[in-house]
């Protein structure tokens, strides 16, 4: 392991830290975006989760996908596989690249990642096609998680470590849970959009 040392302090705080400089990345790109382009706060609340979204996918999920291809995320001793062999301790799918998950992964990697970027792109630039893209990306995220979870629900999640409170509460559970809320406040924010054009084509 390299020194690292699974299920210890110092482990969990170094895997935490990468989702935070993650997230303060995606601010700083937001926040330069805001001022260019004079985004609304609801478009700067989109833009912020599209932009730590899609480096989640790209600088978290693609070393996954690599390793996994490669062999398994537990063989592998670098630290770009430490966050995922401590995930691995709630669910051991991820750390022994199980088929389904890194199935998934591929989609997410490959277009769910670009997509965040894409759309992005068009909210900025007020392309006609943005909640087209917005929509797909959400239900992608969304299908996603039910394909993660649903089948482990079915069979009695026989890969999930439930006993410890942080497996369950902050990697299972608070992480995950935020690409559920969060896509489906985004899929709202669509919907309406669409129908106030609608009315207002309606009226004219």
Known sequence: MAGWVLGEPITIVACLSVTVLQLVAALLFTSSLITAYSLRSSEAFIVLWLAWDGIVHFTLEGPFLVFSL????ENF??????PWKEYGRADTRWATADPTIVSLEVLTVLICGPLCFALIYAICTRKPW???????????????????FGPEWITGSPNLNTSDPILL?????????????IPVIVLWQSWQAMTNVNWKSKRA
């Open 130 to 148: 943005r909640h087209f893209v917005q929509i797909t990306l959400c239900v992608m995220e969304l299908y996603g998680g039910w394909i993660t």
């Open 70 to 73: 490669i062999d398994k995320v």
């Open 77 to 82: 001793d670098n630290f770009l596989a430490v």
């Open 169 to 181: 509460w902050l990697y299972l559970f608070f992480f995950n849970f935020l690409w559920v809320i």
